[in-house]
């Protein structure tokens, strides 16, 4: 089954660290652009960060700037989220999706392969 699946979410308190990660089944990671999205209740979906092919280029929501980072490790077919000073406005619903990065961060969407998505809860 060709899919994305995603882990390490979790509850942390404000100004903790989670690292998300996004994993290919099925397919090779490396061919795409990858995009992490969030999604809080209530509110519509925002692109949060992008990561190109190769890993060289990145960008990223000014919402999480300096405090998200995203990689990618093409060997492990993986690619990470970084979250670090997180505040509660960060709790949220985060997906991965192959995207094209060309779009932006604020006008990529999923393209092909996304998945379910993990639960990143910010609360003291």
């Known amino acids: 089954q060709l899919q994305l699946v995603e882990s390490g979410g979790g509850l942390v308190q404000p100004g903790g660290s989670l690292r998300l990660s996004c994993a290919a089944s099925?397919?090779?990671?490396?061919?795409?652009?990858i995009g992490w999205f969030r999604q809080a209740p209530g509110k519509g979906r925002e692109g949060v960060s992008c990561?190109?092919?190769?890993?060289?280029?990145?960008s990223y929501a000014d919402s999480v700037k300096g405090r998200f980072t995203i990689s990618r490790d093409n060997a492990k077919n993986t690619v990470y989220l970084q979250l670090n000073s997180l505040k509660p406005e960060d709790t949220a619903v985060y997906t991965c999706?192959?995207?094209?990065?060309?779009?932006?961060?604020?006008?990529?969407?999923?393209?092909?392969?996304w998945g379910q998505g993990t639960q990143v809860t910010v609360s003291s």
């Open positions: 999706a192959a995207v094209y990065c060309s779009a932006g961060v604020y006008r990529m969407k999923p393209e092909r392969y």
């Open positions: 099925g397919f090779t990671l490396r061919s795409y652009d």
């Open positions: 990561v190109s092919t190769s890993g060289f280029t990145t």
